[in-house]
């Protein structure tokens, strides 16, 4: 085994060659070293007094699925045909991409869908880090259990999305720096229930509606079914963060409030900029990366995405009484104050979460 310690991530895109037949030998381990003031805890009682959490974990053990063979992994999605729906990307009506031949238009779309889910891929490297972490220091028995739960759901789509970039796209694209900035933030900090509502609320909820949108979008009947069953076990993620971070909260002092409550800003307005993925289409399209950058942020198309996955974090950060009263005029100007009502994520649809999961061909287009 060869470990290999580096000061930062990777910054270009890896290849793998797929008639490559990698032997343990040939594997070069790259390991990024950080430090944390970790304070874990024992917990002597054990008992589950909340039958909503108890019933949460009991829905990841009856739910596991394998990413080895329950995913369709012999479908290859035809060659001359897009990844995903090409009509919906702003980027269509740009001259530079008018430009492009048919084929280097395939090859855009495959490099866009990579670098989107590399970003998924590394989110859920930091979720699985961020989830063991619970284990250790989050203070009673039902959320180390179900921290425990979780790390194995992040162990697993790890698993299947390296397998599908590597097996079907043949590449990692590296991580968006904003994302590493959070994930830094989150990973490094004392405090347990910062690592709660940075990952089970802002990370974990912004990505449940990511997988949901590129779920619509996708032409690949195996991507699809992939996502799906990310998307299961996530709502149950945000679900538990909601449920435990409520009742957390009320026992906080005024000024810890307040103190969580800018931390969750702050993260969402990284969280903003972490949504910018930039590398392909200055690959493709020769723009700069500010240009790219500006082009992401300004147009109207992709403000209402973005939009629409904070749609999905506010209202449960207001659920769990972080919107305080000096936070509240923040996410206003930042125009995300107008889905403080929208439907949160504390009661989820316990029919829907009970289902066996779908086949191969037949996912439902929504959870």
């Known amino acids: 085994m060869e470990i290999k310690k580096v000061n930062s991530n990777p910054s270009e895109i890896i290849y793998f060659d797929e008639d490559l037949d990698l032997q343990p030998k040939h594997v070069e381990h790259v390991a990024e070293i950080f430090n944390t003031p970790l304070t874990g805890s024992y917990n002597w009682d054990y008992s589950v007094a909340d039958n909503r959490i108890k019933k949460l974990y009991e ?45 280097q238009k395939i090859e855009f779309d495959r490099h866009e869908t990579a670098e989107l889910l590399s970003q998924f891929l590394h989110g859920e490297q930091g979720a699985l880090l961020v989830a063991s972490q619970l284990v250790s220091c989050a203070p009673t028995y039902n959320a180390k259990l179900y921290a425990a739960s979780q790390t194995f759901d992040e162990a697993r789509h790890v698993e299947v999305f390296n397998k599908y970039l590597q097996d079907k796209l043949g590449m990692h694209y590296p991580i968006n ?16 229930d910062l690592k709660f509502i940075g990952m089970q609320i802002i990370i974990e909820g912004l990505a449940l509606a990511a997988f949901n949108m590129l779920k619509l979008q996708t032409r690949d009947p195996l991507l699809e079914q992939l996502l799906h069953y990310v998307i299961r076990d996530e ?36 969280s ?23 082009f992401n942020l300004e147009t109207s198309s992709m403000d209402n995405f973005r939009n629409f996955l904070f749609s999905r974090v506010i209202p449960n950060l207001s659920r769990i009484g972080l919107l305080t009263d000096n936070i509240r005029p923040k996410f206003e100007e930042l ?13 989820c649809d316990w029919n829907e979460l009970e289902k066996p999961l779908e086949k191969f061909g037949s996912i439902p287009a929504t959870v």
């Open 177 to 192: 720096p904003n994302l590493k900035m959070l994930l830094d933030k989150i990973l490094t900090d004392e405090r347990w």
């Open 272 to 294: 903003r900029e972490r949504l910018v993925n930039t590398r392909a289409m200055e690959k493709f399209l020769g723009m700069t990366r500010e240009e790219a950058r500006v």
């Open 59 to 103: 829905l990841g053990k009856e739910l596991n699925w394998n990413g080895s063979i329950d995913l369709n992994w012999d479908y290859n999605h035809p060659k001359d045909e897009m990844l995903v729906d090409a009509g919906l990307a702003p980027h269509q009506q740009l001259p530079e991409f008018e430009a492009l031949t048919e084929e």
């Open 235 to 270: 709502a149950r993620h945000v679900t538990f963060g909601i449920n435990y971070l409520e009742d957390f909260v009320k026992t906080l002092s005024p000024e810890e409030v307040e103190d969580r409550a800018q931390f969750a800003y702050e993260a969402c307005i990284i």
């Open 335 to 347: 125009g995300l104050l107008e889905f403080e009502n929208a439907p949160d994520d504390f009661e």
